[in-house]
């Protein structure tokens, strides 16, 4: 969803970091909708890291859902990265270019099934592609939140 073409991107230093009242600043009206986003984090099991990337200059939030595996070995994924713009905030989950078939069967919303069906990989050896979500209203985390679903279950 591309509202404005003049988009920001926040959280560049190391300093402040992102907590609540940084957040609250930074997303304005959007503030409650990222709310509901970490709740639906929750619901799916997956924690929210935080951490100054030297790399990319920005504070980025690492999305990882944690699973106990067939042996009792505790397992690990990373599911979505989320990044702070001037009042929204984007995730980004990479799936693996062999599931864009079966993520096109997902009850999305056809604009998204477009975009999906029109993203190419990263690069030659990389085997996966982006999905990115804009976060300004409510009705975009329906989607997002299949679409982790959807992460979750691909190993």
């Known amino acids: 969803m591309n509202v404005d073409s003049k988009k920001l991107q926040l959280l560049r230093t190391p300093y402040p970091e992102p907590t609540e009242e940084v957040l609250k600043e930074a997303l304005g009206n959007t503030y409650s909708i990222y709310c509901q986003f970490l709740e639906g984090l929750n619901l ?9 990337y030297k790399d990319g200059q920005a504070w980025l939030g690492k999305g990882i859902y944690g699973w106990t595996g067939p042996r009792g070995g505790r397992k690990e994924t990373t599911v ?3 990044s702070i713009w001037d009042g929204f905030f984007k995730v980004t989950v990479y799936v693996p270019d062999r599931e864009k078939e079966n993520m096109m069967n997902l009850p999305i919303q ?3 099934r477009k975009e999906i069906a029109e993203t190419r990989k990263l690069g030659e050896k990389l085997k996966f592609f982006p999905v990115v979500f804009e976060v300004y209203t409510k009705e975009t985390l329906e989607d997002l939140s299949k679409v982790l679903s959807f992460k979750k279950a691909v190993r």
């Open 44 to 52: 799916e099991d997956i924690r929210l890291n935080w951490k100054f």
């Open 80 to 82: 979505c990265w989320l």
């Open 110 to 112: 056809e604009n998204l």
